[in-house]
C-alpha cells in the first residue's frame, strides 16, 4: 500500500466508466477490511503488531490523499474503539491521519463536510475521554506515555487547524490545557514539542492572526480557558527556562512565552512576575533580568 500507485487502472480520467472508481488502494482495503480487523482481535496486546496494522491505513491515506476521505467514516468509529480497549498511540495517530484527508479552509468553507462532522466530533470525544483516563492515571501517567502525549497534542493542534469548534465548544477544552500544562515538562522530546505547537496553535486561534476562523462562542471559551490557566502555564514555562528542561529545548518554549505576552500583555506581566519570585533558590536564571527582557520595547515588538 506504500507504493501503490493510486489512480484507477486504464487510466482514468479519460475514461467516463473509472472516473468514479475506488482507487485501487482503497478498493484493496475494502476486501481486507475483515482480515485487517481480526488483527486486532488477535494481536491487540502487541504494540508492534498495531503499528504495523496502522501503517496500512497510513499509506493507503497517503497514497490516496482526498479519496481516502470516502472510509473516514467507517474507519474512525472503529480505530476509535480500538483505542479505547488498549491505548496505544498508534491509534490516536490514525485519526489524525483521517483529518488529513480533508483539504485546510478555505475562504470560509468548512474543511469537514457536514455529514461527516458528527463523526469525528465523537470519535474526538471519545479518543479525548480515553486519553484523559490515561494519562491521569498514577503520578506518571504523562511521564510513562509520551508517544500518547506526542499523538494526542498534535491531533488537537490539527482539529485547531480543520475544525476548532470541536475542541473549543466542547468539554474537552479544559482538561486538554490542564493536560498539556501539565505536559509543558515531559522529557521527551516530541511529546514536549507536540505540547508546545498545541499551546501555540491556541493562543494563535485567540488572536486576530488566527488561521482558520473562531465561532464569539469558542473565542470566549477559549480566552476564559487561557485567562484561568494562563498562570500556571506561564510558571511551567519560567521553570523550563530556569533549568527544569535542557538548553536546547528552550527554543521551543521562549516564541510560546512571548505568544502569550502578546496576547494578554496586562495580565501576563503579573503571571510572569509571579512566576519568577517562585522560582526555586539556585535556578539558573536572573529573575529582573528575565522580566526586563521579557517585557522590553524590543520584545513586545510583533513580527
Not at 197 to 215: W, Y
Request: hydrophobic residues 45%.
Amino acid at each position: 500500500l506504500r507504493t501503490v500507485d493510486p489512480r484507477p487502472l486504464g487510466g482514468g480520467t479519460d475514461a467516463p466508466a473509472l472516473q468514479d472508481a475506488m482507487p485501487p488502494a482503497l478498493e484493496l482495503l475494502s476486501q481486507l477490511w475483515d482480515v485487517l480487523a481480526s488483527v486486532f482481535t488477535r494481536f491487540s496486546t502487541s504494540s508492534q503488531c498495531m503499528e504495523k496494522l496502522c501503517r496500512c491505513y497510513k499509506h493507503t491515506q497517503r497514497a490516496c490523499g482526498d479519496a481516502f476521505q470516502a472510509i473516514v467514516p467507517r474507519l474512525l468509529p472503529q480505530v476509535t474503539g480500538w483505542y479505547e480497549q488498549q491505548p496505544w498511540s498508534c491509534f490516536v495517530y490514525m485519526c489524525n491521519a483521517c483529518l488529513s484527508s480533508f483539504p485546510n479552509p478555505r475562504d470560509g468553507t468548512p474543511a469537514l463536510p457536514a455529514a461527516v462532522r458528527p463523526v469525528v466530533s465523537e470519535a474526538f470525544q471519545r479518543i479525548a475521554t480515553a486519553t484523559f483516563t490515561l494519562l491521569s492515571s498514577g503520578a506518571n501517567g504523562i511521564v510513562d506515555n509520551p508517544d500518547v502525549v506526542d499523538d494526542f497534542f498534535e491531533l488537537c493542534s490539527k482539529v485547531l487547524r480543520k475544525e476548532p469548534s470541536l475542541l473549543l465548544e466542547s468539554t474537552i477544552l479544559q482538561p486538554a490545557v490542564q493536560c498539556g500544562t501539565a505536559a509543558l515538562h515531559v522529557q521527551h522530546k516530541e511529546a514536549g514539542r507536540s505540547t508546545f505547537c498545541f499551546f501555540e496553535n491556541l493562543i494563535e486561534a485567540s488572536g486576530p492572526r488566527a488561521r482558520t476562523p473562531v465561532s464569539p462562542a469558542g473565542l470566549a471559551a477559549l480566552q476564559g480557558v487561557l485567562g484561568e490557566h494562563g498562570p500556571k502555564i506561564v510558571s511551567q514555562i519560567i521553570l523550563a527556562v530556569a533549568g527544569m528542561l535542557p538548553a536546547q529545548r528552550v527554543r521551543f518554549l521562549s516564541p510560546l512565552l512571548q505568544q502569550i505576552v502578546h496576547a494578554a500583555p496586562g495580565p501576563s506581566r503579573e503571571w510572569v512576575t509571579a512566576a519568577v519570585r517562585a522560582m526555586p533558590a539556585g535556578a539558573h536564571a536572573d529573575g529582573g533580568v528575565l522580566i526586563e527582557s521579557i517585557f522590553s520595547a524590543e520584545a513586545l515588538v510583533l513580527d
